[in-house]
């Protein structure tokens, strides 16, 4: 059998170079384009240890269950930069693991390598692993990690470059990815963000996977069998561009917007691209200026009957979010509004004046926007 990293060109190189435009659409795309690919670890005697990555999970700056989701700070600053780094924490006072940074610029966003298969330097991550060897060897996000000696040193790393990079790979014929709720986690946990190949031995241990949905036979959970299948469009489309063209392309590849939420009471953000206010009220002590609202919406926010009987009481949150979402469906000229500023702005912020974060009408609109994405302008057909 061939050397994997053999075939693994240096850093300026491009044949087997990672392709970054998988992680700039955001988490859940790169959760499964990371999917099958290497993560390489070169070592001071010139030798490597790969891994083949077999199981993540999708984290954002929406998600109650990330590391962002209370804004930026000295630990999680590297998840607010550019796509295709590293993101190194500590845990339970004894762990590292390591997360890919996704999404664009300024968006707290990333992607934890759960996971990994080892496929080549497998003695030098036994050594480091004291020993253990089969699954045990990299079958969790803090084996993994030490057995390819992943800490604070590299945090915010660029893993384009040695000694800690990616490496494009595809998925072995007949291999499928499955989607599950993310497992080690008390909030969101119900999400299904955690994405696997099925069967493989390498996996996390856990009795979700013997539940995990193919992506192709997903329902609409969290958007995540859109977003999959994109991904898998993008890999290709990304590898067939670099075969014909080598690895000098611009194209981006997203025809999504990044869509987010924000509370308006707090500091506004130079990446918060357009802000638009969802709220029917004007927030309380709050001035045109001081609140940088751009655009004002108020005909899509709940009525006021509905306002009303929810009274911001979580326990009502549900069948809230169930009548919004008709007041939505019965409401097509504001949403046509709202569709039009997204889709021309990579970039808008949806601003509520709720003090709950996780119950709000905010929360509801961006989901009913990310459930029914807005489609790009068709490719022109051949003769066309």
Same mark, same amino acid.
């Given at each position: ?171 072995? $014929? ?13 909030? /969101?946990?119900? !999400?299904? %963000?955690? @994405? #696997? ?121 549900? $069948? ?13 000229? /504001?949403?046509? !509004?709202? %569709?039009? @500023? #997204? ?42």
């Amino acid at each position: 059998m061939a050397r994997i990293c053999d075939e693994i060109d240096d850093e300026n190189g491009s044949g087997n170079a990672f392709p970054m435009e998988l992680l700039t659409q955001g988490a859940d795309l790169a959760a499964v384009g990371l999917l099958g690919c290497l993560l390489v670890r070169d070592w001071p005697d010139g030798t490597h240890s790969a891994v083949r990555i077999v199981e993540t999970e999708a984290y954002d700056q929406n998600d109650p269950a990330s590391h962002t989701y209370h804004g930026r700070s000295e630990r999680n600053r590297a998840m607010f930069g550019p796509a295709g780094h590293a993101y190194v924490y500590f845990t339970y006072g004894m762990h590292y693991c390591v997360n890919v940074t996704a999404g664009a610029d300024g968006f707290g966003c990333g992607v934890l390598i759960r996971a990994g298969e080892p496929i080549e330097g497998v003695e030098h991550m036994t050594q480091l692993r004291g020993g253990r060897t089969g699954a045990q060897l990299t079958n969790g996000p803090a084996k993994l990690c030490q057995a390819l000696a992943i800490d604070k040193s590299l945090y915010g790393h660029d893993l384009r470059m040695p000694p800690l990079r990616l490496v494009r790979a595809s998925l072995r $014929e007949g291999e499928r990815i499955g989607c599950t709720p993310r497992i080690g986690i008390s909030k /969101a946990a119900d !999400r299904p %963000r955690r @994405l #696997i190949i099925m069967g493989n031995p390498y996996v996390s241990k856990s009795p979700l996977n013997a539940k995990a949905v193919p992506l192709d036979a997903a329902g609409p959970m969290h958007g995540t069998q859109a977003k999959g299948t994109q991904a898998m469009q993008t890999r290709q489309t990304v590898a067939d561009d670099k075969g014909r063209n080598g690895d000098n392309g611009d194209s981006d590849g997203n025809t999504s917007c990044d869509v987010r939420i924000r509370r308006v009471y707090e500091e506004p953000s130079a990446d918060d691209g357009l802000r638009v206010l969802v709220d029917r009220l004007w927030p309380r002590g709050r001035s045109k200026q001081s609140a940088h609202v751009d655009v004002w919406i108020k005909d899509i926010a709940p009525s006021k009957e509905l306002r009303t009987w929810f009274g911001h009481i979580p326990e009502r949150f549900d $069948e809230f979010a169930s009548r919004y979402r008709e007041e939505l469906d019965a409401n097509p000229e /504001a949403v046509s !509004r709202l %569709r039009e @500023l #997204i889709a021309d702005h990579p970039r808008v912020t949806l601003l509520y004046g709720a003090k709950d974060n996780e119950h709000n009408n905010a929360v509801v609109l961006r989901d009913y926007l990310r459930d029914q994405p807005i489609s790009p302008s068709p490719l022109p057909k051949d003769g066309d």
